[in-house]
T-cell receptor
Framework: ETGVTQSPTHLIKTRGQQVTLRCSSQ?????VSWYQQALGQGPQFIFQ???????GRGNFPPRFSGLQFPNYSSELNVNALELDDSALYLC???????????FGQGTRLTVV | GIQVEQSPPDLILQEGANSTLRCNFSDSVNNLQWFHQNPWGQLINLFY???GTKQNGRLSATTVATERYSLLYISSSQTTDSGVYFCAVSNFGNEKLTFGTGTRLTIIP
């Protein structure tokens, strides 16, 4: 059974650029959620994808968008990067109807 | 939305000591998970425990759903137990996890 994997592990971008982060869900899972964790804080929910559609969204602007693919993997896209977008981005996968979530190792994004 | 509070925010202990971490939440939940965040940032699942008691080696957890709190016990602490421990919950019909602010545990040799 493969766990949740994210890529890349680290990324440095310039303010105003766009970034795409990737996540492969755990085998047997069909739901992917994305979280943003700023330094010294707990993770904050960005959105969730199920059956290739957004299934719930947290308090994040539209420049945060996502995709889910038929194999249940997912992408998080952030446009017009701001310095405050610097954070650890975590992906979690789960099986719809079974609340327990499993997390990947995260992507650390630095915006300069 | 649901509120989650963790205490204490910081805990420094000698190796071998026992510790109790607390998580209070403001509403009924159908999911409560305890995580250990390692130095590289990954959230390691410790327990999925919306109610009842579970044990895994030196770690155990109890959730009293009717009183809206959960406790994580760590016995005979080791330096590898150091890190941040998070409690996260979700409630019925809403699968997003709401995290507490964490407890930073430091185990001194």
């Amino acid at each position: 059974e493969t766990g949740v994997t994210q890529s890349p592990t680290h990324l440095i971008k310039t303010r105003g650029q766009q970034v795409t982060l990737r996540c492969s869900s755990q085998s047997g899972h069909n739901t992917v959620s994305w979280y943003q964790q700023a330094l010294g804080q707990g993770p904050q929910f960005i959105f969730q994808y199920y059956r290739e559609e957004e299934n719930g969204r947290g308090n994040f602007p539209p420049r945060f968008s996502g995709l889910q693919f038929p194999n249940y993997s997912s992408e998080l896209n952030v446009n017009a990067l701001e310095l405050d977008d610097s954070a650890l981005y975590l992906c979690a996968s789960s099986l719809k109807g079974v609340p327990e979530a499993f997390f990947g190792q995260g992507t650390r994004l630095t915006v300069v | 939305g649901i509120q989650v509070e963790q205490s204490p925010p910081d805990l420094i202990l000698q190796e071998g000591a026992n510790s109790t971490l607390r998580c209070n939440f403001s509403d009924s939940v159908n999911n409560l998970q305890w995580f250990h965040q390692n130095p590289w940032g990954q959230l390691i699942n410790l327990f999925y425990i919306p109610s009842g008691t579970k044990q895994n080696g030196r770690l155990s957890a109890t959730t009293v759903a009717t009183e809206r709190y959960s406790l994580l016990y760590i016995s005979s602490s080791q330096t590898t137990d150091s890190g941040v421990y998070f409690c996260a919950v979700s409630n019925f019909g809403n699968e997003k996890l709401t995290f507490g602010t964490g407890t930073r545990l430091t185990i001194i040799p």
